[in-house]
């Protein structure tokens, strides 16, 4: 079969591998859909720590069922199912206080595992522990149900940040993180969702998708006066920083509420994790500051039946659909910010 294949920092190549076969714990499926994402571009940049090479990459899988090993029960071939990402022990103290998103002994798939840019893969026994194989409800393709991954991190990060019902939102970053954001918050009956960029180009491009009540450039305007500006004064009740931007992180402290909340979605760079915070600011206005990292096997249960539903529909922000031969080029549209969310159909 073809994969495409972790070797090193600037070294992922599209090769041949032996198809595998399934042990007695596990399912192999036949991938039918592995979008793309930033993390993505990291790896093949800069590799990541918990990635001994050779690796598959690929981690928002969605395909299916072809074997099933001889202690596996419940699933058949010709299941359609969506793969977690992120795999908690489900076994460790935070797991047992259903804090699955911070579990310490997390390990994951196109990382620790061969992923999802693959014609065939397998699924461990680790996620099938955690429930983490899910079936996609009829009726919803498998590119959309690839999309449920991201969703179900950014379910986690809005049900940590309390979106909800007549919220001013800000969502800071237009990529498919932040077009899922505008979409959820919706769906959370937002009362009014603003969405940042500092690339005109990609703002508008999101803008044309995701229908925000503002589009703002951060390159054109200052973004906490345009955002004091449309919200009367007062600031967004919740304020999401969907980019790896440390200033995107110091302007929402600015730009938020009175006892509003701040989601810090995007994680900064290891060079660079550290920020100006006006704690007077958090202090006075009594600010919340919430983290956000990564989602659990519920997670993806829900983001699947909120796409399945149409509560956050996600066909549209597909805006690129290549084979494997042509993963290179989609981690390249990626980077380039020419897409909202590229997917992979071996």
């Not at 919430?290 to 399945?308: D, M």
């Amino acid at each position: 079969m073809r994969v495409v294949r972790f070797h090193a920092p600037g070294d992922v190549r599209i090769e041949d591998a032996p198809e595998p076969s399934p042990g007695p714990g596990d399912v192999k499926i036949r991938v039918r859909a592995c979008s793309t994402c930033g993390t993505d571009v990291k790896i093949l940049n800069f590799g990541h720590h918990h990635i001994v090479p050779p690796r598959v990459m690929g981690h928002e899988i969605a395909g299916e069922v072809v074997e099933v090993g001889a202690d596996v029960s419940g699933w058949a071939p010709g299941d359609r199912v969506q793969v977690i990402a992120a795999i908690p022990c489900g076994v460790c103290g935070e797991c047992r206080r259903g804090r699955m998103t911070v579990c310490p002994n997390q390990v994951s798939m196109g990382y620790h595992f061969d992923g999802g840019f693959a014609e065939y893969m397998i699924v461990p026994p680790n996620v099938l522990n955690v429930d983490g194989l899910n079936r996609i409800p009829d009726g919803l393709t498998f590119a959309e149900a690839s999309v449920a991954e991201p969703l179900a991190c950014v379910l986690n990060g809005q049900n940590l940040a309390g979106v909800g019902e007549g919220d001013d939102v800000v969502v800071m970053g237009s990529g498919p993180i932040g077009c899922l954001h505008v979409r959820l918050a919706r769906a959370r009956g937002a009362a009014r969702v603003f969405l940042v960029d500092l690339n005109r180009e990609r703002l508008d491009l999101a803008a044309g998708l995701v229908h925000p009540d503002a589009a703002i450039c951060g390159s054109e305007t200052d973004v906490v006066d345009a955002v004091l500006k449309l919200t009367e004064g007062r600031g967004a009740d919740v304020v999401i920083t969907a980019a790896a931007a440390g200033a995107a992180q110091e302007q929402a402290v600015q730009m938020t509420a009175r006892q509003g909340r701040i989601s810090f979605f995007g994680g900064l760079p290891k060079d660079k994790p550290v920020i100006a915070l006006d704690s007077n600011l958090v202090h006075y206005r009594e600010l919340t500051i919430v983290g956000a990292n990564g989602s659990s096997p519920g997670h993806n249960k829900e983001a699947l039946r909120l796409i399945a539903e149409g509560a956050v529909p996600v066909a549209d922000l597909i805006t690129h659909r290549l084979p494997l031969e042509g993963a290179l080029d989609a981690f390249g549209i990626v980077a380039r910010g020419e897409a909202i969310k590229v997917t992979i159909e071996p």
